[in-house]
């Protein structure tokens, strides 16, 4: 095996691993809070990168587009949230229903809106280099996507552990009639939380754009990958959604390289393999006994 | 587009629709029976032509371009084809084999078509492939490439308007070889289509005196093309030769590009890599990405320009090669119709067989050994002109056909 080509790989796993964990990170911490699964998440991670698509095609930086894709994913978040999931707290089949009809509608929104056609994001032009270090040459631009997806980790830490909103969220995670018995607003933390999370999954549509692409129907394909990231992870911890993204983009990226066609079968493996050792994912807690 | 693993609404839509397409199958079989003969329009009334294509899923693209040229070619023609009125009737075969069978009894028993168009996909043309004889129906491909439609299952009911898959592999090889680089890289989709591609590559590059140094199959719908890229450089080839489509061909120019491999290794690919679906998303990155393919909209012919006048008042865009395709569908079965006075499947075969056709890519013919087309192909490089990428052509290879069986040591599975 060349050293090289391994450095290589193990930076594209990262650059995808952390794509997944922003998109994943939302999803499961909804899922742990609220007990909601919401399967239109994976379509606000590409309605993200299609704002993202036209306010650059209005001539903004792609600065201005990340933040205004991010603060339309958070209305569209709460929008979801309080007009329609709210109809059907407690109802799971309900809102596995209403999420995946939605995931749809807003996929066929898409393609009357942007065409069914594939679109890609442009590079930004400060970050539009490669980067050559000892016969390894690889894009600045993933290296900025690692970088965001491990800033973002460590917000997500302070967040948890050093702040009150982070307390209440741990608490509502275990016990959300207690901590409505506390005086504190529940259904204003879940919106907040539903829209941080949608904003996530647009950060990571915006900033997969230069390397995925976009079309219509990609958001079930994500979808797919974001479910096993979050069982493999554990449901309801950031830190699942981060270990659990960059063992399934090395797994994706290596199995690529390694076993062509079987890569897709390699992470569900994984996946049943964790499962049997750990039935609760990687971070998860054991059900209650 | 990621075919193996598109877990989502195409599946759940076949969990669902499974039992009424079921029920649907047994009402067909119960009233279409034993099928019979094809010539229901008789000679005089209008022109009936089924089309099989697919206008749902990933490919409905191809279906709806197909449709577009077809369509562009009755609106030139006054909708008449030898003094005739054309009826085309579209159907939805969703790329599926199992649809397409039924959809052909449907268009061929209620229906009582003329003539079949069609369809996309080659798995699809492969189910169809015995019926046509049995029930004297003649099909124009107007898009499947599977060698074997040419070879194995070539019919004197089927004859095919676009190319080849052994065409799209070995058209632009002594080319590539005499121009660009004697050491190549040849990476295709892992999918059949890929490897005969790749393979008829390999063959005709060896023919003319190159050595293939490395090949690679990527499955169809993948998102990072790093560990190819990084096997590329280490194959230190003069060129890469592609076969990828879709958004696998613009992931695969833009990170070919942010690789650093762009300035380094000249990419040459088939049509895909100067389409606009390509190129426009791909930006900058399609700058000097090559491409070996039988039509451009830019190609200098009268015919052509009609076309491509009348495609873009219409669709409000360029036509691509498969609207090309489409159009010559038309411009096929109205040739056809014209030389042998009618729609008699017998005489249609005759004059269908070496018949030659004045097309928006320049003429070409119907070879009698394989009913697929002899035609030039244009290598054409994507260059940047006042803002939009556009294509420039700078070469053309004459008389491009294909063996009549398959070439020795040819071997379309990747080992």
């Known amino acids: 095996m060349d050293l090289s080509a391994v450095a290589v790989q193990v930076l594209a796993g990262l650059t995808y691993g952390m794509l997944l964990f922003m998109i994943s990170v939302g999803l499961s911490v909804i899922f742990g809070l609220m007990g909601i699964v919401n399967l239109a998440h994976g379509v606000f991670f590409v309605v993200g990168a299609y704002v993202a698509f036209s306010v650059l095609g209005a001539g903004a930086n792609f600065l201005v587009a990340l933040v205004v894709a991010m603060l339309a994913m958070a209305v569209l978040g709460t929008f979801v949230e309080r007009v329609l999931l709210f109809r059907s707290y407690g109802d799971e089949l309900g809102q596995v229903l209403l999420t995946f009809g939605l995931a749809f509608i807003i996929a066929d929104i898409i393609k009357m809106i942007w065409g069914n056609r594939l679109q890609s994001l442009p590079t930004p032009a400060l970050v539009d280099f490669s980067v050559s270090l000892g016969g390894v040459t690889f894009p600045a631009y993933r290296l900025v996507v690692v970088l965001v997806g491990c800033l973002l980790a460590v917000l997500l830490w302070y967040l948890e552990s050093r702040t009150r909103i982070g307390a209440i969220i741990r608490a509502g995670v275990d016990d959300r009639q207690m901590v409505a018995a506390l005086g504190i607003n529940v259904t204003l933390v879940f919106t907040g939380v539903f829209a941080f999370g949608a904003a996530l999954a647009g950060l990571g549509g915006v900033l997969g754009g230069p390397v995925l692409g976009m079309y219509p129907d990609m958001g079930f394909e994500i979808l797919v990958l974001s479910l096993i990231v979050v069982v493999l992870g554990g449901l309801g911890t950031w830190k699942g959604a981060f270990v659990g993204g960059i063992l399934v983009g090395m797994v994706e990226i290596f199995g690529q390289a390694y076993f062509p066609s079987l890569s897709l079968v390699i992470v569900f493996l994984l996946m049943a393999g964790v499962l049997l050792v750990r039935p609760a994912g990687l971070f998860g807690r054991s059900p209650a006994a | ?415």
């Open chain 2, 1 to 415: 587009m990621g075919y193996s693993r598109k877990i989502g609404r195409r599946d759940f839509l076949k969990l669902a629709g499974g039992g009424l397409a079921g029920a649907m199958m047994l009402g067909v079989a119960g009233c279409g029976g034993g099928g019979g003969g094809g010539q229901g329009g008789g000679e005089s009334g209008p022109i009936r032509i089924g089309a099989l294509l697919t206008l749902s899923g990933p490919y409905a693209t191809l279906g709806e371009s197909i449709r577009n040229g077809m369509e562009t070619f009755l609106r030139l023609n006054d909708n008449q084809i030898g003094g005739r009125e054309v009826e085309v009737r579209y159907e939805d075969s969703e790329g599926d084999p199992q649809v397409a069978l039924r959809v052909y009894r449907q268009l061929t028993g209620q229906n009582a078509v003329d003539f079949l168009m069609g369809p996309v996909i080659s798995t699809e043309a492969l189910a169809l492939a015995n019926r046509l004889q049995r029930d004297r129906i003649i099909l124009i491909n107007s898009n499947a490439a599977a060698n074997d439609l040419s070879w194995g299952q070539k019919s004197d009911y089927s004859y095919r308007v676009s190319q080849s898959n052994y065409q799209l592999g070995a058209a632009g090889a002594p080319y590539i070889f005499e121009n660009i680089g004697k050491r190549a890289f040849a990476i295709g989709m892992d999918y059949v289509a890929g490897y005969e591609v790749i393979e008829a590559f390999r063959l005709a590059y060896q023919e003319a005196g190159g050595e293939v140094v490395g090949s690679a199959f990527s499955a169809p719908g993948t998102a990072d093309f790093a560990t190819y890229l990084t096997n590329i450089r280490r194959a230190e080839p003069e060129v890469v030769f592609s076969f990828l489509s879709g958004t696998d061909a613009i992931r695969f120019i833009q990170q070919y590009d942010s690789f650093g491999l762009k300035g380094e290794i000249p990419l040459i690919g088939h049509d895909q890599l100067a389409s606009p679906t390509v190129t426009d998303p791909a930006g900058e990155a399609a700058e000097g990405v090559m491409a070996v393919s039988f039509y451009y909209p830019n190609l200098e012919n009268e015919t052509n320009q009609r076309f491509v006048e009348a495609y873009r008042n219409e669709y409000d865009q360029s036509p691509d090669t498969i609207a090309c395709q489409g159009y010559d569908t038309g411009n096929v079965i109205a040739r056809a119709v014209e030389e042998a006075g009618g729609t008699e499947p017998d005489a249609l075969i005759e004059v269908l067989r070496g018949i030659s056709i004045d097309s928006p890519r320049g003429s070409f013919t119907i070879d009698p050994e394989t009913n697929n087309p002899v035609q030039n192909y244009y290598v054409g490089e994507n260059v940047r002109e006042g803002g939009s990428m556009d294509v420039r052509i700078i070469d053309t290879i004459e008389d491009v056909g294909m063996p009549a069986e398959p070439p020795e040591g040819y071997n379309p599975t990747g080992g």
